[in-house]
Nanobody
């Protein structure tokens, strides 16, 4: 099973940017898809974006300010978040699945512990 560690969250003001990182270890990643989800208090976990190690990606159109990318040499997936809004406040998780990209949490087998992003107005 792959291990995932997120970092980069924090407290920012509306309009700021943040870049989250997800470092993966424990497997050969050529066949994996890595996704970012977020979960706000009292809300369901929401798909943000996902990418494969050969660069295919998809994202939630409601988070069009967010961009996913990879550094394959470092087994790291990034989520660049721009023009942050208070509604973006959530715990952000990365997740891994073998095979193609999915948009539902139950399509992913491995999860990180999450990183908190708080956006003040």
């Amino acid at each position: 099973q792959v291990q995932l560690v997120e970092s980069g969250g924090g407290l920012v003001q509306a309009g700021d940017s943040l870049r989250l990182s997800c470092v993966a270890s424990g497997r050969t990643f050529a066949n994996y898809a890595i996704a970012w989800f977020r979960q706000a208090p009292d809300k369901e976990r929401e798909f943000v974006a996902a990418i494969t190690w050969n660069g295919a990606s998809t994202s939630n159109t409601q988070t069009g300010r967010f961009f996913i990318s990879t550094d394959n040499a470092k087994n790291t997936v990034f989520l660049q978040m721009n023009s942050l809004k208070p509604g973006d406040t959530a715990v952000y998780f990365c997740a891994a699945s073998v095979g193609r990209i999915g948009v539902r949490p139950n399509e992913y087998d491995s999860w990180g512990q999450g990183t908190q992003v708080t956006v003040s107005s």
